[in-house]
């Protein structure tokens, strides 16, 4: 593909990409990998894990469904004897990573995320969005490791399954919807098996379940997509998750549409249901963006998901960003973290943005 060839040489000119390659690849190192809990980061610390092998002394991902310091657990990190860390699509901020993280291991992020990078954070983290370059061109953390592969064939399995899983409907309009086509074709499969692959790993954190998120990525290291298809422990989980997203269609509540264009809903419940229920909302109302405030009690939290297929949001983001709000996210779909009190407050806050944007566009 000709977009990956220029892609590819901006990477290389990435000190902290180089850095990672040269020093967390190539050298003997001990490594212990931290991953984001979605199909992307499973699919992505997979990578690592084939890549790598018996040289990854240690894998998890942080505390399902918190991003940043209080999700991390370094002592577990230190106790494997790791010299270094690789944290791998999650999106929390690279400072707050770096703050948290044991003395003397050292410490690389590859990400795709739309995070603000300090001058330290520049130093170990290799993220070309972060950096300014397309989104669009890096639709995933397993594309970025692709390229920092050099496109090794026997990893391309695990690349479009992340481009699948961060991508969702998204993918046909994409660049890279060639990419996963020719890699099914290959493999005697079709987009749907992906499609069904991202759903079957998807389920354990929606039902919160590091272990199994942990399974999924040694059986998807080991047997690739198909064998992630007829995995026992994950077709029941999925059983399991679907159940939870049954009961948040019957809690959903509609709210009061704020202006014409922007659609807010409202849900309590106890699994980590957002982005699936978020997405779904969005096929539904495609010329929309939709507004999901998630409660989520046992977590103490509420995610307002912020996602649209038709308008790009990263301006927003940033917008919201700039006025102090804890934002994170990509270019069609954010999410604002915030607790039950200032919940209101923060939603008023987004759905102004949005409708005052919309009304000078109509
Ligand atoms: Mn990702």
Redesign the pocket.
């Known amino acids: 593909m000709s977009s990956a060839s220029t892609t590819r040489s901006s990477l290389k000119e990435v000190p902290a990409c180089i850095k990672f390659v040269e020093e967390a690849l190539k050298r003997d190192k001990k490594v212990y990998v931290l991953h ?1 809990w ?1 199909a ?2 499973v699919a992505s610390a997979a990578i690592l894990l084939r890549v790598l092998g018996p040289r990854i002394v240690g894998m998890s991902t942080p505390r399902i469904g918190m991003y940043g310091a209080s999700a991390l657990n370094p002592s577990e990190i230190e106790r494997s004897g790791a010299d270094t860390l690789v944290v791998l ?1 999650y999106g929390a901020r690279p400072d707050e990573i770096l703050a948290r993280m044991p003395q003397g291991i050292q410490t690389f992020i590859v990400d ?2 739309a995070v603000k990078l300090s001058s330290d954070a520049r130093r170990c983290c290799c993220n070309p969005v972060a950096l300014g370059m397309g989104e669009a061109e890096y639709p ?2 397993t594309w970025v490791l692709y390229e920092l592969l050099n496109t090794p064939s026997d990893i391309v399995d695990l690349v479009a399954l ?1 481009i699948v899983g ?1 991508l969702g409907p998204a993918l046909a309009t994409s660049e890279h919807v060639l990419f996963v086509d020719n890699v099914a074709a290959e493999l005697n499969m079709t987009l749907n098996d992906f499609v069904r692959a991202v759903e079957l790993i998807d389920s354990c954190y929606r039902v919160v379940d590091s272990k199994c998120v942990e399974h999924a990525v040694r059986v998807l290291a080991e047997k690739g997509v198909e064998g992630v298809l007829h995995d026992e422990v994950l077709i029941n989980t999925r059983e399991l998750a679907s159940r939870y997203v049954e009961s948040a269609y019957d809690r959903l509540q509609s709210l009061k549409e704020p202006c014409p264009g922007v659609k807010v809903w409202k849900l309590r419940l106890d699994s980590l249901v957002t982005s699936y229920v978020g997405r779904s909302l969005a096929r539904a109302y495609p010329d929309d963006v939709i507004l999901l405030a998630h409660n989520i009690p046992s977590l103490n939290v509420t995610y307002v998901y912020v996602r649209s297929y038709s308008m790009p949001l990263r301006k927003f983001l940033e917008k919201l960003r700039e006025e102090g709000l804890n934002v994170g996210g990509k270019d069609m779909v954010f999410v604002v973290t915030c607790s039950e009190e200032n919940c209101d407050e923060v939603l008023s806050k987004i759905t102004t943005h949005l409708c005052r944007d919309l009304s000078k566009e109509g």
């Open positions: 984001h979605d992307d980061g699509d795709h995320h995933s953390t992340g961060d």
